[in-house]
């Protein structure tokens, strides 16, 4: 059986998994297709958040981004803010919102503030930060189909539409929580594998974790090493090298840690356990199983660099003939996301750190982890995650609690079957026109997340005083802080052309990316809500029980 | 209406709560935006096997705690709901 064959059996199992599962797992009434009736266990939770958490970018760009693209030290900034992240969500956010005990997240905003205004306020960000995230997603089911089942982009992207439209609609939350333990499974089993090879080849270590600080054959630290063919090329040190500032890597770290605390496809995760202890549990369950592929990335990182150096450059000053180029690298240029151009003409591959010279193109953002049948796996449980999470705030915040109250259970399940339907395939339009690259269109999500939900949600549960009119004007300022930063610097809606302030790094403020805005625009949102609320009457007596209320797990 | 002395033990139960999350907070903030970003140059000073020790912190780390410091969490407040009688289980 050839690769390819035995790509489309592994494939179409997982597959045939999933259908099985969307079969079994229907959801009757709202509770089950919102939040799966409660009876999630929490290591079961956690492990779907798991798979609801790790991306296609995580996935497939992740190791890259580490390695190529933020050069080694400068990638901690997504490792620890990915991760850490879950510390906040465990201790300020999930069990209060979980012994709130209802469907979404706008839902609490709404009713915590009084106000069906905030309510849409906060579905309007919701949709923002899940668009824009779910882009990435569709676009990583096209990536990995053409790569690994060698169709096209568009086959392999409708053929996943498929997919998540059966047990997405069918099941909502039960079918996604069900299928997402088994794409936890085959991604992290397809993760892990290929990497405990990496790490026995190089340095005779099985775990790639103690690998990255092992000693390869010739004695040498593998780190060091890394360092040394990096600087001989004109690169920086791989151990060394920071990310813009000290101050951007703090605040693209930070922005990234409160935009996964303000995400709602991961907050109404812990809506799925039964008790206010389960969700905290929970959290450090999936944190665990996060962990295990948060660990392992920086080591195919460090270990893939240095197989690309030691590929492209066998001895100093030799560089690899284009023809004689590896089957791996052949893969990925049939993806697009990497490229050659001999600019120099003599059929060789120069790698190093000037761009008039440098025949490796393409690089940036995406990238080249050597295997990944899995990819799909991580895009499809993401992409799920985050189109409950839209057709939920549509479905439920829109039409049951603002503009259609008088509707029946039973009409509002069919209404959230059909906004699943429609978000299915306004995202399959996306995926096939994206506006932006897959990486670039993730972070931006973290970013508004941070910037609008994150501090509503916060302050609802840690002051009783904060104010309708504050939490609105709030999230209003966050947001429009947030994209008005990013859009000057990259374009609005990311059209190249559009930006009105060029993207480089003397025209940040205070040499902040646009990526690592998000703290900034909570800072801002955090003053405005503050400042209003000190103006504004305080909210009214059954407002203030409420929030009593979530702060013990008891009920009164 | 919740009694007096009810209103008690959930004035207690809040305060404990907060104090944990300072605690846990602080050494959250100290092993990533403290050892992983702003401390990361003198602690690469030292070595830890073949790492240079900020740059564990940054890479592994700083994620292990993590891990540690959310099972702390639900541990003590498992404990303290079950001290105050405020758990699920109680109700």
């Given at each position: 059986?050839?690769?390819?064959e035995?790509?489309?059996?592994?494939?179409?199992a997982?597959?045939?998994i999933?259908i099985?599962i969307a079969i079994?797992a229907?959801a009757g009434t709202?509770q089950?297709?919102y939040?799966?009736?409660?009876?999630?266990h929490?290591?079961?939770n956690?492990?779907?958040?798991?798979?609801d958490?790790?991306s296609?970018?995580?996935f497939?760009?992740?190791?890259?981004l580490?390695?190529?693209s933020?050069?080694?030290?400068?990638g901690?900034?997504?490792?620890?803010?990915?991760?850490?992240g879950y510390?906040?969500?465990a201790?300020?956010?999930?069990?209060y919102?979980?012994?709130?005990?209802?469907?979404t997240v706008?839902?609490?905003i709404?009713?915590?503030?009084y106000?069906?205004?905030a309510r849409?306020v906060?579905?309007i960000c919701?949709?923002?930060?899940s668009?824009?995230?779910?882009?990435?997603?569709?676009k990583?089911?096209g990536v990995a189909f053409?790569r690994?089942?060698?169709?096209?982009?568009?086959?392999g992207?409708?053929?996943?539409?498929v997919i998540v439209?059966?047990?997405a609609?069918l099941?909502g939350?039960?079918?996604i929580?069900?299928?997402q333990?088994a794409q936890?499974?085959v991604?992290?089993?397809?993760?892990?594998?290929?990497?405990i090879?990496i790490s026995?080849?190089l340095t005779g270590q099985?775990i790639?974790?103690l690998g990255?600080?092992?000693?390869?054959a010739d004695?040498t630290?593998l780190l060091?090493?890394?360092?040394q063919t990096?600087?001989?090329?004109?690169?920086?040190?791989?151990?060394?090298?920071?990310?813009?500032?000290?101050?951007?890597m703090a605040?693209?770290?930070?922005?990234?840690?409160?935009g996964t605390?303000g995400l709602p496809h991961?907050?109404i995760?812990?809506f799925?356990?039964?008790t206010?202890?389960?969700?905290?549990?929970?959290?450090?369950?999936a944190?665990?199983f996060i962990?295990i592929?948060?660990t392992?990335?920086?080591a195919?990182?460090a270990m893939?660099r240095?197989?690309?150096m030691?590929?492209?450059q066998p001895?100093?000053?030799?560089h690899l003939a284009?023809?004689?180029r590896?089957q791996?690298?052949r893969n990925w240029?049939r993806t697009?996301?990497?490229?050659i151009?001999?600019?120099?003409?003599?059929?060789?591959?120069q790698y190093?750190?000037?761009?008039?010279?440098?025949?490796?193109?393409k690089?940036?953002n995406d990238i080249?982890v050597?295997?990944?049948?899995g990819?799909l796996?991580?895009a499809?449980?993401?992409a799920?995650g985050l189109?409950?999470?839209i057709?939920s705030?549509?479905s439920h915040?829109l039409?049951?609690r603002?503009?259609?109250?008088?509707i029946s259970e039973?009409?509002?399940?069919m209404a959230?079957?059909?906004?699943?339907?429609?978000?299915?395939l306004?995202?399959?339009?996306?995926?096939l026109?994206?506006?932006g690259?897959?990486?670039g269109?993730?972070?931006l999500a973290?970013?508004l997340a941070?910037s609008s939900?994150?501090?509503?949600?916060?302050?609802?549960?840690?002051?009783?005083r904060?104010?309708?009119?504050g939490a609105?004007?709030g999230m209003?300022?966050g947001l429009s802080?947030?994209?008005t930063y990013v859009?000057?610097?990259?374009?609005i809606?990311?059209i190249?052309?559009t930006?009105?302030?060029?993207?480089m790094?003397p025209?940040?403020?205070?040499?902040?990316?646009?990526?690592?805005f998000?703290?900034?625009?909570?800072?801002?949102?955090?003053a405005?809500?503050?400042?209003?609320t000190r103006?504004?009457s305080?909210?009214p007596?059954?407002?203030?029980?409420l929030?009593e209320?979530?702060r013990?797990?008891v009920?009164? | 209406?919740p009694?007096?002395?009810?209103?008690?033990l959930?004035e207690?139960?809040?305060?404990?709560n907060?104090?944990?999350m300072?605690?846990?907070?602080?050494?959250?903030?100290l092993v990533?935006?403290?050892?992983?970003v702003l401390?990361?140059?003198p602690l690469?000073q030292f070595?830890l096997?073949g790492f240079k020790l900020?740059f564990?912190?940054?890479q592994?780390g700083?994620?292990f705690?993590?891990?540690?410091?959310?099972?702390v969490y639900?541990?003590?407040m498992?404990?303290?709901?079950?001290?105050?009688?405020?758990?699920?289980?109680?109700?």
């Open positions: 059986m050839t690769l390819t035995t790509t489309y059996w592994v494939v179409g997982s597959f045939a999933y099985l079994r229907r709202t089950e297709f939040v799966a009736g409660k009876g999630i929490p290591v079961a956690g492990m779907a958040t798991a798979a958490w790790m296609a970018a995580s497939i760009s992740m190791a890259g580490i390695g190529l933020y050069n080694g030290y400068g901690s900034v997504f490792l620890m803010g990915w991760t850490g510390v906040i969500l201790m300020l956010i999930a069990p919102l979980r012994k709130y005990g209802k469907f706008p839902e609490f709404g009713d915590r503030y106000s069906d205004t849409v906060a579905v919701l949709i923002i930060c668009v824009t995230y779910v882009i990435g997603q569709m990583g089911i053409s690994f089942l060698e169709t096209d982009y568009e086959t992207l409708f053929s996943g539409m439209f059966f047990y609609v099941g939350m039960k079918g929580t069900y299928t333990i936890f499974c991604l992290i089993f397809a993760y892990t594998v290929p990497a090879f026995l080849q099985p790639p974790q990255l600080g092992s000693t390869l004695g630290y060091q090493k890394l360092d990096l600087l001989d090329l004109g690169f920086q040190e791989y151990t060394t090298s920071v990310r813009g500032s000290t101050l951007n605040a693209f770290t930070a922005s990234l840690m409160i605390a991961v907050i995760r812990f799925t356990v039964p206010v202890s389960a969700a905290r549990t929970s959290a450090g369950w944190l665990v962990a592929l948060y392992t990335a920086p195919v990182a893939a240095l197989n690309i030691q590929t492209l001895e100093p000053g030799q284009i023809e004689e590896p791996w690298f240029e697009g996301l990497l490229g151009e001999d600019k120099n003409g003599d059929g060789r591959i190093n750190a000037n761009p008039d010279t440098n025949e490796l193109v690089l940036d080249l050597l295997v990944a049948a990819g796996a991580a499809l449980s993401t799920a189109l409950l999470a057709s705030a549509i915040d039409l049951k603002t503009f259609m109250p008088q039973r009409q509002e399940l959230s079957r059909l906004a699943m339907a429609a978000a299915v306004g995202a399959g339009y996306l995926g026109n994206p506006p690259f897959a990486a269109t993730v972070a973290f970013g941070a939900l994150f501090p509503a949600l916060l302050l609802g549960i840690f002051s009783k904060v104010t309708r009119e609105v004007l209003l300022a802080v947030t994209l859009f000057q610097h990259k374009g809606m990311f190249p052309g930006q009105f302030l060029g993207d790094p025209n940040w403020f205070l040499g902040i990316e646009p990526n690592a998000g703290v900034v625009g909570a800072l801002v949102n955090f405005v809500t503050l400042g209003v103006v504004t305080p909210p007596p059954e407002v203030q029980a929030v209320e979530i013990v797990p009920s009164s | 209406m009694s007096e002395h009810a209103a008690q959930r207690t139960y809040w305060r404990e907060r104090r944990w300072l605690i846990l907070g602080t050494v959250w903030f990533s935006l403290g050892c992983g401390w990361v140059e690469n070595q096997g900020g564990w912190f940054a592994q700083s994620i705690m993590f891990i540690v410091l959310i099972f639900a541990r003590v498992a404990r303290l709901e079950k001290r105050l009688g405020l758990g699920e289980s109680e109700a």
